[in-house]
């Protein structure tokens, strides 16, 4: 049986994400004191008494609302309702019960799965008979709970875990950590939404719509991939709140955790500096990454060579990219879509590859054979042995009698010798030069 799911939802600013940090222990969601911030849902992996389990927060939810975020909004719950296993159903202790309140008690009755009520906000001994006026919402006995000290967490996780099944064998499946990164309004949540084949993400013509990293799962070719879906970076001048900062930080942090990046890049407005900050920043940090060119069905007067001409100027701007995989693709007709799918695969491959040491010199052997290290008289360059040190992404230690002595050049025809010899389609490549172990 797989981990159960746990949606957190409650009208707009009850706690709901400060209770989900809470329980995860750290702060994977926007937290802020305008109704509102969180929009769509994000997921993170929890434990308690053993027990793991998904936990899901979602956006504040106002079921007679008619303004068109809100109706999207009113979507997103509704899927984490119809994928949850159980309803963490979060009020707010101080306000007492509200007639909204109401309307989403009616809402969940009809979705059919357990509810855990917690009355949020109550982190005074004397404040737990404010816990019991909720009694009337119909969901048993509430836990007073204060998300924002901790106060009686256990005890609502007590609460929700005593509502699981029984527990079974729960091992962990190993996943494709992806990142979709990428300014904001280049067509992020239309690609994952085509990608995941449902409306996973709030989509929104409002740049900026997603505003936080959000985690999906989708089993393909017999392998789970697990998007998340981010706000666009955006140039730092333009940040200019701290719900838009850290969404920033979110995606960065994102990127950091992604085995392998998508960066969508609109093929109207076409690649700019942006761009190439966000995908050197994946690929310095060891990430794979795949640019997927989204809207290409918008490019008028292409023709067969405007992509690899495209390519080349790029290249000539930041080298690294003629190691990375292009992609011209359209989220709205999806065109080449599952081609990214087919891409993340080989990437994640080629991230983890390891070569045997014996055939790691005999490479370097032949490409020292077919061109020495540059030379200085008295001061011979002699490259010794050679062999990988790490995957993720693949590094290899190269033993030299003059380490600090090996041209940048001769680096990078190393470099290039070795990516020729072996599959390593979007991954980084690392070469250390080292001295022999025991001489100066």
Partial sequence: MSRPTVAIVGRPNVGKSTLFNR????RDAI???HAGTTRDRHFGEAEWGGRRFWLVDTGGLLPDSSEVMDKAIRRQVELALAEADLILFVVDGKEGPQPVDQAVAEKL???RRP???AVNKLDRGEDDFAAHQFHSLGFGAPVAVSASVGTRSG???????AKFPPASDEGGEETVAVAIVGRPNAGKSSLANRLLGEERYVVHPEAGTTRDAVDSVLRYNGKLLRFIDTAGLRRRARVQDDVEFYSTLRTQRAIERAQVCVLVVDAVLGLHNQDLRIATEAWERGAGLIIAVNKWDLV???DANTARRGEELLVQKAPFLQYVPFVYTSALTGQRVRKILDLVLEVAVARERRVATAEVNRVLGALVERQQPPQKPGEEVKLLYASQIGTAPPAF???SNRPDDVPESYQRYLLHGFRDAWEFTGAPVRLKFSRR???R
């Fill in 31 to 33: 937290v802020s004191q």
């Fill in 155 to 161: 005890d609502l996780l007590d609460a929700i875990v």
């Fill in 300 to 302: 008028e007067e292409k």
């Fill in 437 to 439: 172990s025991g001489r």
């Fill in 397 to 399: 230690a190269i033993v």
């Fill in 115 to 117: 509810v855990v009520l």
């Fill in 23 to 26: 329980i995860l222990g750290g």
């Fill in 109 to 111: 009755r009809r979705a």
